[in-house]
Nanobody, 127 residues
Framework: QAHLVESGGGSVQVGGSLRLSCLASGFTFSRYSMGWFRQVPGKEREFVGVTNWSGEGTYYADRMKGRFTISRDNARNTVYLQMDSLEPEDTAVYYC????????????????????WGQGTQVTVSS
């Protein structure tokens, strides 16, 4: 059974950094593109970014470009989200997800294309 577990969330001040991790199990991790999304209560889930199966290809939402970086370690079945220069607007529950879609750049921002989801981890940015 596929399982994704996020960790690394917490509280940080404006301008600070956090690194989220997502540990995968129950499926062949290296065959899936991995995405990050976030959600604030009362709002739709928002695409953050995605990386392809090897980690050599990434694609980010415009708001995250230059501040967020996704990487992965296939030997550890883990994908990471490095978040820098955090702003209060980044406060949300962050989710990792796995998709077997081949065209991660075209489909990666579509939450409906993802096969597996984690339970989420809370990130709170305070001023």
């Amino acid at each position: 059974q596929a399982h994704l577990v996020e960790s690394g969330g917490g509280s940080v001040q404006v301008g600070g950094s956090l690194r989220l991790s997502c540990l995968a199990s129950g499926f062949t991790f290296s065959r899936y593109s991995m995405g990050w999304f976030r959600q604030v209560p009362g709002k739709e889930r928002e695409f953050v970014g995605v990386t392809n199966w090897s980690g050599e290809g990434t694609y980010y939402a415009d708001r995250m470009k230059g501040r967020f970086t996704i990487s992965r370690d296939n030997a550890r079945n883990t994908v990471y989200l490095q978040m820098d220069s955090l702003e209060p607007e980044d406060t949300a529950v962050y989710y990792c997800a796995a998709t077997d879609t081949g065209n991660y750049r075209f489909f990666g921002s579509n939450a409906n294309k993802y096969n597996y989801w984690g339970q989420g981890t809370q990130v709170t940015v305070s001023s």
